[in-house]
């Protein structure tokens, strides 16, 4: 980021979320009221097409709506 008069020399300006959601489709709700472990229930999200708070980061940072050393901060990889 190049900063400049209005982001104050950040070079950011606003704000913009990244997303990790967790859909409740049928085989996690079972998950959860079986008391599964996070591993199982991280597991199946990912097979239901879960992305990631990284992912999210990185697709942004592809799009070119931020830059990775922000997802890093934000994302503690």
């Known amino acids: 980021p190049t ?3 209005f982001c104050s020399g950040t070079g950011y300006k606003g704000r913009m979320a ?3 959601l967790m859909e409740g489709t049928v085989e996690i709700k079972n998950m959860i009221k079986k008391e599964a ?3 199982a229930l991280f597991a ?3 097979k239901d097409g879960t992305t990631t708070l990284r992912q999210d980061g990185i697709l942004k940072v592809l799009r070119g709506l931020t830059d990775i050393n922000e997802v ?3 994302c503690v990889i």
């Open 44 to 46: 199946q999200a990912m």
């Open 3 to 5: 900063g400049c008069e």
């Open 18 to 20: 990244i997303h990790e």
């Open 72 to 74: 890093r901060r934000v």
């Open 37 to 39: 472990h996070t591993d």
